[in-house]
């Protein structure tokens, strides 16, 4: 085990921040910030991805109630083809980190990039698998990127955004092909750009 990190799971007012939405073709990226209450531990916190839909939402409504602060920040599609999608992806933490009240007094980050940030942070690879504050963000950033593509889902009809949440399927590929892009679809990513 990595003990950097670990001495610093010891300080009070630690951040987790993840994000989600780095791969899909549409829909904005969606990352949380959640500060743990030492005092309250919530149990059966993994990565996001290793959790079914309704196991994450119950973990997500958990993490609201029990975390000591909660934040969820994004970047916008415009942002992401303005930007490119990993300093979008850095904004959107950076957004929700500076949304948490109280200030986090340190931040771990999962990945290997940390976005500027008011307090000291570190990048934590495969952060979401060993630190329960990355992983609780990771929850937290996933049902609600995932509830906001169910939503838009509705506005956008034919794409099958519900099932694929905006991701690269044969599914979602097709429907561009027959319907176009909508202004939800980002068009720095190769395939919607070759439908331009």
Same mark, same amino acid.
């Given at each position: 085990?990595?003990?950097?990190?670990t001495?610093?799971?010891?300080q009070? +007012?630690?951040?987790?921040?993840?994000?989600?939405?780095?791969?899909p073709l549409?829909?904005?990226? !969606?990352?949380?910030?959640?500060?743990? %209450?030492p005092a309250?531990?919530?149990?059966?916190?993994?990565?996001?991805?290793?959790?079914?839909e309704?196991? @994450?939402?119950?973990l997500?409504?958990?993490? @609201?109630?029990?975390?000591?602060?909660?934040a969820v920040? @994004?970047?916008?599609?415009?942002?992401?083809? +303005?930007?490119?999608?990993?300093?979008a992806?850095?904004?959107a933490?950076?957004r929700?980190?500076?949304?948490?009240?109280?200030?986090?007094?340190?931040?771990?980050?999962?990945?290997?990039?940390c976005?500027?940030?008011?307090?000291p942070a570190r990048?934590v !690879?495969?952060?979401? %698998?060993?630190?329960?504050a990355?992983?609780?963000a990771?929850?937290?950033?996933k049902?609600?990127?995932?509830q906001?593509? !169910?939503?838009?889902?509705?506005?956008?009809?034919?794409?099958?955004?519900?099932?694929?949440k905006?991701?690269?399927?044969?599914?979602?590929?097709?429907a561009?092909?027959?319907?176009?892009?909508?202004?939800?679809?980002? @068009?720095?990513?190769?395939p919607? +750009?070759?439908l331009?």
């Amino acid at each position: 085990m990595n003990t950097d990190w670990t001495l610093t799971l010891q300080q009070e +007012r630690l951040a987790g921040l993840d994000e989600v939405g780095r791969g899909p073709l549409a829909g904005p990226v !969606v990352a949380a910030a959640v500060i743990l %209450d030492p005092a309250n531990p919530i149990a059966g916190l993994l990565d996001s991805k290793r959790l079914s839909e309704s196991r @994450r939402e119950q973990l997500a409504a958990q993490i @609201r109630e029990q975390a000591l602060a909660w934040a969820v920040g @994004r970047a916008e599609v415009a942002e992401i083809d +303005r930007l490119n999608i990993l300093q979008a992806s850095l904004l959107a933490m950076q957004r929700a980190a500076a949304a948490l009240d109280p200030a986090p007094l340190e931040a771990l980050v999962d990945g290997n990039r940390c976005p500027e940030l008011a307090c000291p942070a570190r990048a934590v !690879v495969k952060g979401d %698998d060993c630190v329960p504050a990355i992983m609780a963000a990771s929850i937290l950033a996933k049902v609600s990127r995932d509830q906001e593509m !169910v939503a838009l889902a509705e506005t956008y009809p034919g794409y099958g955004l519900e099932n694929h949440k905006g991701y690269p399927t044969k599914a979602h590929i097709a429907a561009l092909q027959n319907l176009g892009i909508t202004e939800i679809h980002r @068009r720095s990513f190769g395939p919607v +750009r070759k439908l331009l």
